[in-house]
């Protein structure tokens, strides 16, 4: 199968357009990078990091500390492709980042979007149902 372009996206050109999205809908930048910690378990130093390396988006999540195991529970449309259904595991990581970053611009609460937690990084394990992705 080939290699899917978005793959080699820096992260760095793609993070000011989710930055610029959400600005638009009355969010802000803190927003966007408080739920893309919560999704790679990234620290602020290590997210500063990433953007200013200009990693690809296929070494910023093979990089990223620990994908919450959460992020099972986001569903819905984002790009036409149900994120739950996603088969290739870094495209289904890049599309949950698209599609919290869709849901803060939509206005929903932070809570919400961080499938009922209220941190950056949830420390609680996975419900015993709920897949462990990693």
């Not at 492709?81 to 599609?99: A, G, S, T």
């Amino acid at each position: 199968m080939a290699r899917h372009r978005i793959f080699g996206t820096s992260f760095a050109d793609i993070h000011p357009l989710y930055v610029l999205k959400a600005e638009r809908k009355g969010r802000s930048r803190e927003e966007v990078d408080r739920v893309i910690r919560w999704l790679t378990g990234y620290d602020e130093a290590g997210l500063r990091r990433a953007l200013a390396d200009g990693v690809d988006l296929e070494t910023f999540f093979a990089q990223a500390p620990q994908v919450n195991p959460r992020a099972a529970q986001i569903t819905g449309v984002i790009c036409g492709h149900r994120v739950e259904e996603i088969e290739d595991p870094l495209m289904q990581r890049i599309r949950w980042m698209d599609k919290l970053v869709d849901e803060l611009a939509r206005g929903k609460k932070m809570s919400s979007i961080l499938r009922g937690t209220g941190t950056a990084r949830d420390p609680s394990p996975a419900p015993s149902s709920a897949p462990v992705v990693g």
